[in-house]
């Protein structure tokens, strides 16, 4: 299965040695494209120090143009939009493209997240650690709602789509 991971960053160089190296520790490998807009601090260097492929642009085009820049001319089955202050566990991408592929009705996945503290680690309470999401879903009346924050990791949170309510 074809993958592709875009990133889109200005001034991340606090968080994308740890993001980059955790894509590239993954157990699927996928190709890796990260998309700068106009970042002035060593986000670029980062980028080119780990042999990444890097998108520069002169300006700050936003999120969302930034994304279509790099998947422009791709082909690709699966695609994971990433956040700089993202760290993979080292089977997120096999999982979620065995999810992806194991149910023809889901068209869009996301993963659990963690809360973090100020100095990147899980929060724990009670021994467990907080999530902070494992997504967000949307009612017929096209309201949104957090489906877990700040609960405890339980059985309902088990499998990779786990956590959202059942469609009814």
Same mark, same amino acid.
């Given at each position: 299965m074809s993958?592709?991971?875009?990133?889109?960053?200005?001034?991340?160089?606090?968080f994308l040695e740890a993001c980059l190296r955790s894509l590239q520790a993954q157990s699927m490998r996928? /190709?890796? #494209?990260?998309?700068?807009? !106009? +970042?002035?601090? #060593?986000?670029r260097e980062i980028v080119r120090d780990l042999n990444v492929e890097l998108v520069e642009s002169s300006q700050n085009l936003g999120f969302s /143009? $930034?994304?279509n820049v790099n998947l422009r001319g791709e082909e690709f089955e699966t695609v994971l939009f990433l956040n700089a202050d993202t760290s993979l566990d080292? /089977?997120?991408? %096999?999982?979620?493209? %065995?999810?992806? +592929? =194991?149910?023809a009705g889901v068209g869009i996945a *996301?993963? #659990?997240?963690? /809360?973090?503290?100020? !100095? $990147?680690?899980?929060?724990i309470r009670d021994g467990k650690a907080v999530l902070d999401s494992t997504g967000i879903y949307f009612t017929p009346a096209q309201r949104h709602f957090e489906t877990t =924050? $700040?609960?405890?990791?339980? =059985?309902?949170?088990? *499998?990779?789509? !786990?956590?959202?309510?059942s469609a009814g």
């Open positions: 993958c592709v991971v875009s990133i889109v960053t200005m001034n991340d160089e606090v996928c /190709r890796i #494209k990260v998309f700068d807009n !106009a +970042s002035t601090d #060593k986000t /143009r $930034g994304h080292k /089977r997120f991408l %096999e999982g979620l493209t %065995e999810s992806l +592929s =194991a149910d *996301g993963g #659990k997240l963690f /809360r973090m503290s100020d !100095a $990147g680690q899980k929060v =924050a $700040g609960d405890r990791p339980n =059985a309902r949170h088990a *499998g990779p789509l !786990a956590g959202l309510p």
